[in-house]
């Protein structure tokens, strides 16, 4: 068993939970239920989304510990 396993079930089962909570966020909002193509729209943003602050937060750790490599080299 792969020991990346359990946090990409934590993941799976964040996703999910972030979705339901939208969607009845969403439908709540609107009026009716979402359908199919909105709750899978709806996620695809949310993907988006998520891996556009997970890529910024990487970037930025990767600056930050390049800076203390360089700082350590002079």
């Known amino acids: 068993m792969p020991h990346h396993l359990p946090l990409i079930i ?4 964040g996703w999910a ?7 009845w966020l969403a439908s709540d909002w609107l009026g009716r239920a979402l359908s199919i193509a909105e709750t899978v729209l709806l996620g695809g943003m949310l993907g988006v989304a998520v891996a556009v602050i997970v890529q910024a937060r990487l970037q930025r750790q990767r600056r930050k510990l390049d ?4 700082s350590a080299l002079w």
């Open 17 to 23: 939970a972030c979705l339901t909570g939208i969607a």
């Open 67 to 70: 800076d203390m490599r360089d």
């Open 10 to 13: 934590a993941a799976a089962v």
